[in-house]
T-cell receptor, first 116, second 114 residues
Framework: AQTVTQSQPEMSVQEAETVTLSCTYD???????LFWYKQPPSRQMILVIR????KQQNATENRFSVNFQKAAKSFSLKISDSQLGDTAMYFC?????WGFGNVLHCGSGTQVIVLP | GAGVSQSPSNKVTEKGKDVELRCDPI?????LYWYRQSLGQGLEFLIY????????KSGLPSDRFSAERTGGSVSTLTIQRTQQEDSAVYLC????????????FGPGTRLTVL
């Protein structure tokens, strides 16, 4: 079974500053995908960034970047130059590579609050 | 193009009533997933469709829950004889259907059972 752990229930950051969210996971799979999704009060889960486990290079999307440490099974998200619109719940998620219909396994989320 | 849509946005019902929740996936996406999210929690998988068939129903919590998908497109999740513990946000996601494809979510339906 896959488990995803987010140990920070809530984090606050000043506008324009940087915040890092931690995520660890447990799996026996060798190939898989990792995601960060953002869920604002509107409820919709929005993809922030995606990482393929077979790629050593860390994924980056504009102000969002990850630090993927496969051996440590760690997948942290860094939000640079935080903006008020970044305020949301952030979920780390794991998905197996092989087979169809692979379910997303999510952590319990980290609430990010960007302060003006 | 249009994203995943869900209706209704909010549903309030009385205990014991049946409810139907609808999901309209992204056009061309063959895979469709239903998840449930209780207050302050992550996602709980309910059921997965590939086309019109449901190879994985393992997450349905009881036989009061059922789902169907017609025409490889719209899906309906039905909850019979609702209970208060069914109160949650029900999220639908779709993906193109190949292994590893990213899942794209709808805005969810908030179900409240009184």
């Amino acid at each position: 079974a896959q488990t995803v752990t987010q140990s920070q229930p809530e984090m606050s950051v000043q506008e324009a500053e940087t915040v890092t969210l931690s995520c660890t996971y447990d799996t026996s799979e060798s190939n898989y995908y990792l995601f960060w999704y953002k869920q604002p009060p509107s409820r919709q889960m929005i993809l922030v960034i995606r990482q393929e486990a077979y790629k050593q290079q860390n994924a980056t999307e504009n102000r969002f970047s990850v630090n993927f440490q496969k051996a440590a099974k760690s997948f942290s998200l860094k939000i640079s130059d935080s903006q008020l619109g970044d305020t949301a719940m952030y979920f780390c998620a794991f998905m197996k590579h092989w087979g169809f219909g692979n379910v997303l396994h999510c952590g319990s989320g980290t609430q990010v609050i960007v302060l003006p | 193009g249009a994203g995943v849509s869900q209706s209704p946005s909010n549903k309030v019902t009385e205990k014991g009533k049946d409810v139907e929740l609808r999901c309209d996936p992204i056009s061309g996406h063959t895979a469709l997933y239903w998840y449930r999210q209780s207050l302050g929690q992550g996602l709980e998988f309910l059921i997965y469709f590939q086309g019109n068939s449901a190879p994985d129903k393992s997450g349905l919590p009881s036989d009061r829950f059922s789902a169907e998908r017609t025409g490889g497109s719209v899906s309906t999740l039905t909850i019979q004889r609702t209970q208060q513990e069914d109160s949650a946000v029900y999220l639908c996601a779709s993906s193109p259907g190949s292994p590893g494809d990213t899942q794209y979510f709808g805005p969810g339906t908030r179900l409240t059972v009184l």
